[in-house]
């Protein structure tokens, strides 16, 4: 009887610790971040045992503790599904958020409330530990709003800016409309399966799926940033970088593209669902790429690329690839959070600019930020035998020998090129070239947590791929043989975006526009998506309610029809058809003298 | 026929003469309106009591409720011409308009 849940649930139980501190003196010293950092990593390293050990053995297992509430048939229980996904990315995440906290113990230094801040960080992680081992829906529901609530403080946590706040809003309610399809898909299993419970459900036979899978896409399109739901994820570039690099890029988006892989048992056997799923990724991730290529603002050209890895996630989901989906939320994680924690490094040194119009040249002065910028993109855009190559190679391979819809195809590839030319864009305008910035910024990467935290993600960017996909147990076949140029498209449309994407910088570095082409415009203003969709509806709605509550019922139905409507008429027709002139002494007087001459002139009749 | 009901329709005739002719104020017609609801009203109970007609007994209950709504209407017009004009001397109704 080996210890695999035992460590598991202590590692779990280890993120809480810190929290239960926070009422002592433990808190409101200035070692918190320290313990909090230190207390990621052990749990880290424990939970790379039950890693180690679902890697050479296959182990399962499914935790159910605590019996907590049963609603007439329905039995809601404490349980935690430890099983391929849940085991792998548990230690991949708790890497990558030790990475981080030590990153925003240089970041975050002079914050008057880093110990708040490191706290709320800490709450995230548990509640997305929640949510990737939770065995029925309710349990991932909980951790699913967690997640939300999180984000929601983080981003908003310069409160004093305007703009954070509108952000922090706007993240909690497309987050919300993504909601509401997550409750009809547990709504419609409670009433079809009477279970929340991910076994009951995959197991009981059912013939149209359609409902509930189409309300678990709206929840993954609100969560993961997918066209229609998307505009949130650029505007959460507001809060602090590590917030960035810790829930937008690494963790929380990818809750969405999770939940989608948890189902996919249901979603294998819905041709529709997989196709739909394919078009919104597809369309998701080259919108995405389109709009990072015009972007100014070093964290949105990252939060853009982030949205189109998603996309590409969601593409691999319907090609029926969950495993795919998965191994590339593993990866990504890892270059992703590198580059966001780069970026707060360029943006901190360059004393908060965020420009990449006012980069440039840093190549000389900072060095290792430089290099593993490089790496990153490297990373990204899939380069041969980095991390990125592993799963988004195989991706594009597994792509393009299926029997999938052409279209959706053909935009991957696009977007693929797309991708290396905005890291390209990147590369050019912050490191390359002469310097751009004010000549007395303090420009210094010398900080130990800085050099540490990148250090081993860049690590980990370079060997994790490897790593990772070398010792998971096999799960669905890659396909081995196919012609050599679809071999190569991922790598030669990689390629073909470096190259263009350079050329077009280096000729046009001096020149200047002085009207922005109509394709500028549509991929500098986002689509003119948040344009249109946030200020449209809201008008439309509200005019349409004032108008049908105020003008119609009260003004028209209770005012105009009965009462005024036939004063109106009868004084027209009064005017119209009255020719008298109001001499009324003078008719009364005549009527009575035609009285008095008809009573004298009748009585004296014989 | 007996005094009494001669001294009532007297009162109607002298009522009718103030309708008929006034002067200047329309106020004075609407009194003399009620002047002559009032002597019909005398008259009716007068006849109906002394002829014992029990089942018209209702007759003057129901004139004096209709009596009331001319009134009504009576004073509805007067409100509007002095709304008009500040007073109710009839030669301010001579432009008709609305």
Not at chain 1, 264 to 288: R, S, W, Y
Request: with cysteine; net charge positive.
């Amino acid at each position: 009887m080996n210890l695999f849940a035992s460590f598991m649930l202590t590692s779990m139980f280890m993120l809480l610790l810190p929290i239960i501190m926070s009422n002592t003196q433990l808190y409101k010293n200035n070692l918190y971040p320290h313990y909090v950092k230190t207390t990621i990593s052990y749990a880290f390293a424990i939970s790379m045992i039950p890693a180690m050990m679902f890697v050479s053995s296959g182990q399962e297992t499914i935790v159910s503790n605590w019996h907590w509430l049963s609603i007439q048939t329905l039995k809601l229980s404490l349980s935690f599904k430890l099983d391929y996904f849940s085991i792998i990315f548990i230690p991949v995440a708790l890497f990558v958020t030790w990475s981080i906290m030590e990153f925003s113990m240089w970041y975050m230094h002079t914050d008057p409330y880093i110990n708040r801040f490191f706290k709320y960080l800490l709450m995230f992680l548990i509640t997305m530990m929640i949510l990737v081992t939770a065995n029925n829906l309710f349990q991932l529901f909980i951790g699913w709003e967690g997640v939300g609530i999180m984000s929601f403080l983080l981003i908003g946590w310069w409160y004093g800016r305007a703009d954070a706040n509108t952000a922090a809003l706007q993240a909690i309610l497309y987050n919300r409309i993504g909601d509401v399809g997550f409750i009809t898909a547990m709504a419609w299993f409670l009433a079809n399966m009477n279970a929340w419970d991910f076994q009951q459900i995959f197991i009981t036979q059912h013939k149209n799926l359609n409902i509930p899978l189409l309300g678990l896409l709206l929840a993954a399109t609100g969560k993961s940033a997918q066209f229609g739901l998307h505009p949130w994820l650029p505007s959460a570039m507001e809060g602090p970088t590590p917030v960035s690099a810790l829930l937008h890029s690494s963790t929380m988006v990818v809750a969405g593209v999770f939940l989608l892989i948890r189902f996919h048992p249901l979603m294998e056997q819905n041709k529709t669902m997989q196709t739909l799923t394919l078009c919104l990724g597809a369309i998701t991730t080259l919108f995405t790429a389109i709009c990072a290529l015009t972007q100014n603002d070093i964290k949105k050209i990252v939060a853009f690329s982030t949205s189109s890895q998603l996309g590409l996630m969601i593409v691999t989901i319907g090609i029926n690839q969950p495993y795919l989906a998965f191994l590339h939320i593993c990866t990504h994680a890892f270059f992703k959070a590198m580059l966001f924690m780069c970026s707060g490094s360029i943006i901190h040194s360059l004393n908060d600019e965020q420009d990449i119009r006012k980069m440039g040249g840093l190549y000389k002065p900072m060095p290792f930020t430089t290099s593993s910028l490089i790496i990153g993109s490297l990373a990204l855009t899939g380069m041969p035998f980095l991390t990125g190559f592993y799963s988004k190679d195989l991706i594009i391979e597994t792509a393009n020998t299926s029997y999938t819809n052409a279209w959706a195809l053909s935009v991957t590839l696009i977007a693929t090129s797309l991708t290396a030319a905005y890291s390209t864009r990147i590369m050019f305008f912050a490191l390359l070239g002469q310097p751009r910035f004010n000549s007395l910024s303090p420009i210094n990467e010398n900080n130990p947590h800085l050099i540490n935290s990148i250090k081993r993600l860049l690590v980990g960017s370079i060997f994790a791929g490897y790593l990772i996909s070398h010792n998971i147990p096999p799960t669905t076949i890659p396909q081995m043989t196919m012609p050599h140029y679809l071999k190569l498209t991922a790598l030669a449309m990689t390629i073909t975006g470096f190259i263009l994407a350079l050329e077009l910088n280096l000729a046009a570095k001096n020149l200047k526009f002085k009207y922005p082409s109509n394709l500028f415009k549509f991929s500098n203003l986002l689509g003119y998506f948040p344009t249109v969709m946030h200020r449209l509806p809201s008008t439309m709605s509200l005019t349409m309610s004032q108008k049908s509550a105020s003008m119609l019922l009260d003004m028209i139905w209770l005012e105009s029809v009965l009462p005024k409507s036939i004063s109106h008429f009868q004084m027209k027709m009064s005017t119209i058809v009255s020719n008298q002139k109001g001499l009324v002494k003078l008719y009364f007087l005549s009527f009575m003298i035609t009285l008095t001459l008809s009573l004298l002139l009748l009585s004296f009749h014989e | 026929m007996s005094m009494v009901y001669v001294n009532m329709f007297l009162a109607f005739i002298m009522s009718l003469m103030g309708l008929l002719m006034y002067r200047s104020h329309l106020m004075s017609s609407l009194l003399c309106l009620e002047g002559m609801m009032l002597s019909l009203f005398i008259m009716m109970t007068v006849t109906i009591l002394n002829n014992h007609f029990t089942l018209a007994s209702m007759t003057p209950i129901i004139l004096l409720v209709f009596a009331a709504c001319e009134a009504a209407l009576g004073l509805s017009l007067l409100v509007m011409v002095s709304n008009t004009y500040g007073t109710d001397y009839v030669q301010n109704l001579n432009l008709l308009q609305c």
